[in-house]
């Protein structure tokens, strides 16, 4: 079991940036699958971006062009880059590790309840 650190989150104005990290225990470069996901009160956890183990990055739609995510492996950590900030990505965000072997494949990669590890979230607040 990987725990899972979040940090970097905070208040920023419109069209601004934040870099989020999330700090593994443990090594992810055998990791499956691990993303980047967000969530706000009465709100379905929303998958943002994910990087599969062939390198392969996919992003939601929301996101495309303003957020990059990439991982460090020699550092066991997780990014995820975020510009041109709106106030509709006011939101805790959380990092998740692995989906469960025989359910992997491209189309879970933004889907919640397929991933078996989760941090405890970091939130960040756009301002108008």
């Known amino acids: 079991h990987v725990q899972l650190v979040e940090s970097g989150g905070g208040s920023v104005q419109a069209g601004g940036s934040l870099r989020l990290s999330c700090t593994a225990s443990g090594s992810i470069v055998g990791a499956n699958s691990v993303a980047w996901f967000r969530q706000v009160p009465g709100k379905a956890r929303e998958g943002v971006a994910a990087?599969?183990?062939?390198?392969?990055?996919k992003y939601a739609d929301s996101v495309k062009d303003r957020f990059t995510i990439s991982k460090d492996n020699a550092k066991n950590t997780l990014y995820l880059e975020m510009n041109n900030l709106t106030p509709d990505d006011t939101a805790v965000y959380l990092c998740a590790t692995h989906i469960r072997p025989a359910r992997m494949n491209w189309w879970r990669l933004l889907q919640a309840p397929e991933y078996i590890n989760w941090g405890q979230g970091t939130q960040v607040t756009v301002s108008s």
């Open positions: 990087i599969a183990i062939d390198g392969k990055s």
